[in-house]
């Protein structure tokens, strides 16, 4: 079965870089999530797109923002990279008000 | 706010005993639940999820989670666990009221003993 792609898988910026995060949901799936998983800590979301229309907003700096496009994709995008955001960044996908599917991450370092 | 407990941060259970990892959730309405298990640098994986409906869900690998409103919990169980099994599991609860983001306990690390 198709599952949710992410890419690049693993990313490496120097601090007060930019990073851009894809997403590709699986087939049919409307809704995409972004969530931010630190060294040894649970998932923390970010924010959720629904048919292309921000749906929910969590902890997302300010220097990030996202969208969802026509295809349904979705990409994160990271400004003024600090040290503290090197993590684990998940997309998840989902048909709205059902289970949530996660993709594979992208390890994102910051140097 | 919605929140997660999971009390146990580790958990050490030998190849072939039953398994039970707990959680309790704090939400004002029926909750959407969720079972994630991730291995080292993977993805979460869904587990089962419990939206309504017969309280005692049954998920993939062999694993079952009861939702009890009383207690406000959801916990996993697995009656012999296997050395695949060996991973960190994080309960999580949703609205289920639209696209809105999980919350994540922090986690439970079962180490499987042979």
């Known amino acids: 079965a198709a599952g949710v792609i992410q890419s690049p898988r693993h990313l490496i910026k120097e601090k007060r870089e930019t990073a851009t995060l894809k997403c590709y949901p699986i087939p049919r799936h409307d809704t995409v999530y972004w969530y931010q998983q630190g060294p040894g800590q649970d998932p923390q979301f970010l924010i959720s797109f629904y048919e292309k229309m921000q749906s929910d907003k969590g902890s997302i700096p300010d220097r990030f923002s996202a969208q969802q496009f026509s295809d349904y994709h979705s990409e994160l995008n990271m400004s003024s990279l600090e040290l503290g955001d090197s993590a684990l960044y998940f997309c998840a996908s989902s048909i709205r008000l059902n289970e949530q599917y996660f993709g594979p991450g992208t390890r994102l370092t910051v140097t | 706010a919605q929140s997660v407990t999971q009390p146990d941060i580790h958990i050490t259970v030998s190849e072939g005993a039953s398994l039970e990892l707990r959680c309790n959730y704090s939400?004002?309405?029926?909750?959407?639940l969720f079972w994630y298990v991730q291995s080292p640098g993977q993805g979460l994986q869904l587990l089962l999820k419990?939206?309504?409906?017969?309280?005692l869900v049954q998920g993939i690998k062999g694993f079952e989670a009861e939702f009890k409103r009383s207690q406000s919990s959801f916990n996993l169980r697995k009656p012999s666990v296997h050395w695949s099994d060996a991973a960190e599991y994080f309960c999580a609860v949703g609205d289920g009221g639209g696209a809105d983001g999980l919350t994540f306990g922090k986690g439970t690390h079962l180490i499987i003993q042979p």
């Open positions: 939400y004002g309405a029926t909750p959407y």
């Open positions: 419990y939206f309504s409906g017969d309280t």
